[in-house]
């Protein structure tokens, strides 16, 4: 309770009782500094104490002595009903009285003690937590004054006198202190002149001093009567202070948000006495002997504590809440969360319990839904991996077909283990117990059905509409479903291993599954114009008939070709090829891919097979070691290994796999290597064909590279573009490329080996002639070119970018080698082409402009697809034709007295380009 030292009218009585002090030796005069109303006011007589003081101490003493209840104690002014029910509440805080405000064992014992009820309990929990001998002391000085003084005009004096018994974590500690002291200097006190001087140098009050050490002899002889003993051995100071909360559970604190402030129980708020040696560390959680009102509700003598502390004594005093009970699989309970609080203080805001023995009922349910029916339950039961693989079955098919009215929900799963499973069980170890014993009489008591599970049959979901693996090509790839808009994996995902990767092709996964396929393509139809759209009613019937034409084997066209064509026949008019590429179908109608390594570790997940092969297809490539084909080899400079296959099947972590063997250009020499597309493995084997030969007629080469005619001036013409040594080697690898290859095949034996050297033997001087010749001529138009261009930047501001950015493409570090040698031929052309349309472009610009932004889309185009094409390690001659048609068509429009090899237009680019995607 709180006790308040506020400034309060005295009544009449006791103003007169102070006015008779002035004539006590003569006659005297009494000024009050009020009025004579407020006098008139004032109460005639103060209110007995009884009215004003706790009377917990009043009850303790009347229930042990036998005088019945105190509302019915005949007292001449009865207290209110208010204070007596504080003294009850106290003295159930002090655990004196039970629920029916009966006396308690405790209650007895506290009723020997003459002296407050608090500090009776603290000293009986001090027997209890071995630290009797301090907790007298301390006990002792609460009961009287405060020994240490402060007068007001000396104060800074004693303070510095009283920091020798300074202790920053309690102020009990404090008084122990001086206590001490007080024992040593009687021991080692000269006279009582002497003792007493040195106390009042010290600011202690020897008067003070002596009633303590009085109080605190009776108490060490009333302990002593009722058979407890005090502790030899100093106690700790966690356990002076537990001992202290005992009797103090009403005065704890918390600290709160505002500076200096502290929660109390049943929502005080307190600030630590500015006297306090803890005023400046502010402690979390504190313990005061007393909260007094003054100018403020002040703590004083203030200990430091811990919550547990508080928790420990409070005993049944402290409420429990219960919260989030869940399960725990590692330890096979249900557990809850539990917040412990004491008069509005939380001294636990959350732990972990077992909820069992809690609330058995609910701890139950939570395992039945949690371990039994979600099967988060580590059990060699065989009910219960029947049970879940069971669940699993039909959750694959609520997958498969985008439903989720197959399995039956939670609930009834729920009832089926509710009838079954005994009411007192809440754990896994007594389910298992109680399991062994049913399991004896009934083997299959918890066995579920497949019957029992399903809504319905679901017989329209097979293995034919959704398989649960996928040829593509010749390789065989898991799928795995998933139902969950939103999620990542939504749809079908189909598992690559790494040494796969390179050899998908989109066309293999834009098909999907039977099962899905009608959705994917009814949301192309409906995504079409309108005016092509309204020919495809109703969208399932031409869904229908579409799938209908199909070839259902594995080698299957571009989906988007496929719906063309027949979107082309069934509206009577001619469909764009581009006509679904801004089309986005929803995540769920396209493939994804996960892509695993050897031991089935995710490197990466997508839905667009170019990225992931632009990610990870160079380390798909290093896959193909020469550990288990055995068919590597490096160092090679002659043909001297055999037969070369073009391709190999081996078996590599229980997967049969393809390989592509080739030679691969490593400059001095040759290697075989083992490659996981063909593409790749052609790619490096005409290179590897080429360094063969050049290594077998080095002699020649050494001789060519010094004798090519025209090459020195060709080469300082050129020198803006690359150095001389670079223009040298570009150009006989050029050479080297036409001469020893050509259009010939590669070959894959020796004898084929030696026929191909030796025509290139022969074709050797001839087209290293021409070559040079070739090389002389671009080298020479195309200074002409950068001259045009850069006179005509004032003149034709728009055409140059246009014709800069050609000039790049066409011309360019390594060219000769990079371009086909029938397209080199051509390349003088163009250059010309290109400075005859600069020349023409003030005659007619808008001409000149409008055929520019139709071949600047015929190139986006290009551009777009061959990007494409790129990402995806794919190649399409047909759109490398379509590149070069492009340059034609450019000399057509703007250079035509050059000519063209064939007829070129926009109208046959434009055929051309549909007949490419489709």
Same mark, same amino acid.
């Given at each position: ?88 509440? %106290? ?61 007001? +005009? ?118 630590? @006495? ?78 972990? /319990?077992?909820? &069992? ?7 139950? +349910? ?10 988060? @339950? ?14 699993? +079955? ?73 398989? +649960? ?13 998933? @139902? ?58 031409? /869904? ?14 571009? %989906? ?45 997940? &997508? ?124 150009? #006989? ?66 055409? /140059? ?67 494409? #094409? ?11 034709? @379509? ?20 007829? /070129? ?14």
């Amino acid at each position: 309770k709180v006790e308040q030292l506020q400034v309060e009218p005295v009544s009449q009585a006791s103003a007169n009782q102070r006015a008779g002090r002035c004539g006590r030796v003569a006659a005297g005069i009494c000024i009050r500094l009020y009025s004579g109303e407020d006098y008139d006011a004032r109460p005639q007589y103060t209110d007995p104490e009884i009215l004003r003081s706790s009377l917990a101490s009043v009850i303790l003493r009347m229930k042990a002595l036998g005088l019945g209840d105190v509302e019915r104690f005949p007292f001449l002014d009865p207290p209110a009903p208010r204070m007596i029910a504080d003294g009850y509440q %106290l003295l159930a805080e002090l655990g004196a009285v039970d629920d029916s405000y009966a006396l308690t064992p405790l209650g007895r014992r506290l009723a020997r003690f003459q002296i407050d009820p608090r500090v009776a309990r603290m000293i009986l929990a001090a027997e209890h937590e071995q630290c009797l001998a301090e907790m007298l002391v301390i006990a002792a000085v609460l009961e009287v004054n405060d020994p240490r003084e402060r007068p007001f +005009e000396r104060a800074d004096a004693a303070d510095r006198a009283h920091a020798r018994f300074h202790d920053e974590q309690s102020d009990f500690l404090v008084l122990l202190k001086v206590w001490h002291h007080f024992q040593e200097a009687i021991e080692h006190r000269k006279s009582n002149r002497k003792l007493a001087l040195e106390l009042r140098e010290q600011f202690l009050s020897q008067r003070r001093l002596r009633e303590w050490r009085d109080v605190h002899h009776q108490l060490a002889a009333l302990v002593a009567q009722m058979g407890m003993r005090a502790n030899e051995k100093p106690a700790t100071d966690e356990q002076v202070h537990r001992a202290l909360i005992a009797g103090l559970l009403g005065n704890i604190g918390c600290k709160g948000e505002e500076a200096g402030e502290y929660l109390g129980a049943r929502g005080v708020r307190f600030a630590i @006495f500015p006297g306090s040696g803890l005023r400046k560390k502010q402690p979390r959680w504190v313990v005061a002997a007393e909260l007094v009102e003054t100018t403020r509700l002040y703590a004083r003598c203030v200990a430091r504590i811990e919550p547990e502390w508080v928790e420990a004594a409070a005993g049944e005093l402290v409420k429990r809440h219960y919260f989030d009970p869940h399960w725990q699989r590692e330890r096979a309970m249900v557990s809850a969360y539990e917040r412990v609080t004491l008069y509005g203080l939380t001294l636990v805001p959350r732990r972990r /319990v077992n909820y &069992g023995p809690i609330n058995p009922k609910e701890a139950r +349910e939570v395992f039945i839904r949690r371990a039994l029916v979600a099967g988060e @339950f580590d059990t060699r039961a065989p009910f219960f991996e029947h049970n879940r693989r069971l669940v699993k +079955e039909i959750e694959a098919l609520e997958h498969k077909a985008r439903r989720r009215d197959v399995l039956v929900n939670e609930e009834v799963i729920f009832n089926f283990y509710d009838g079954i499973v005994a009411l007192d069980l809440v754990n896994g170890a007594g389910f298992e117990r109680w399991r062994a014993e049913a399991e004896h009489a009934n083997p299959r008591l918890l066995y579920l059905t497949r019957e029992y599970l399903m809504r319905h049959a679901a017989a329209e979901i097979t293995e034919a509409q959704f398989p +649960e693996r996928l040829r593509a090509g010749d390789v065989d790839l898991k799928l795995g479903y998933r @139902f969950e808009p939103g999620h990542p994996l939504d749809g079908v995902t189909v598992t690559v291993p790494l040494e796969l990767l390179n050899r998908l092709e989109p066309a293999h996964f834009e098909w999907l599954v039977p099962g899905l396929v009608r959705e994917k393509i009814a949301h192309l139809f409906k995504a079409l114009p309108k005016q092509l759209r309204r020919h495809l009613v109703p969208v399932p019937q031409h /869904v229908t008939a579409f799938l209908e034409e199909q070839d259902s084997g594995e080698s299957r066209p571009r %989906l988007a070709a496929a719906l063309g064509r027949y979107v082309q026949r069934a509206a009577g008019a001619p469909v764009a090829a581009d006509v679904w590429d801004d089309v986005e179908p929803p995540p769920h109608l396209c493939m994804n891919f996960r892509v695993v390594d050897e031991v089935g570790r995710e490197l990466a997940t &997508g839905r667009d097979l170019a990225a992931l092969k632009t990610q990870l297809g160079q380390a798909a490539s290093l896959t193909f070691s020469a550990d288990e084909p055995g068919i590597e080899k490096t160092g090679i400079r002659v043909w001297d290994f055999g037969d070369l296959p073009a391709e190999i099947s081996f078996t590599r972590g229980g997967r049969r796999l393809t390989g592509y063997p080739a030679l691969a250009d490593e400059g001095e020499s040759v290697a075989i290597r083992l490659f996981d597309t063909r593409p790749a493995a052609d790619a490096a084997m005409r290179a590897g064909v080429r360094r063969m030969i050049w290594l077998s007629l080095k002699e020649q080469m050494r001789q060519r590279e010094k004798t090519l005619p025209g090459f020195t001036q060709a080469a300082l013409a050129l020198r803006t573009l690359a150095s001389a040594d670079d223009l040298r080697e570009d150009l #006989l690898t050029a050479i080297a490329d036409r001469a020893f290859i050509g259009e010939d095949e590669l070959p894959r034996t020796a004898k084929a080996f030696e026929a191909l050297r030796a025509r290139a033997r022969t074709r050797l001087p001839a087209v290293a002639d021409g070559g040079c010749r070739l090389f002389g001529t671009i080298a020479e138009e195309y200074p002409r070119a950068q001259q045009r261009l850069a006179g005509a930047g004032k003149t034709a501001p728009r055409p /140059v970018a246009d014709v800069r950015a050609q000039l790049a493409r066409l011309v360019f570090k390594g060219f000769m080698a990079a371009t086909p040698w029938e397209r080199l031929q051509d390349l003088p052309r163009y250059l010309k082409a290109m400075q005859a349309r600069l020349d023409k472009y003030a005659k007619d610009s808008e001409r000149d402009e409008r055929h520019a932004s139709h071949i600047g889309e015929l190139w986006s185009r290009y551009e777009e697809r061959a990007a494409k #094409l790129r990402r995806a390690h794919e190649s399409d001659p047909r759109l490398e034709d @379509f590149r070069w048609r492009i340059e034609e068509l450019r000399v057509s429009l703007f250079a035509q007295e050059l000519r063209t090899p064939y007829p /070129v237009s926009f109208k046959r680019l434009d055929k051309l380009w549909q007949s490419i995607v489709r």
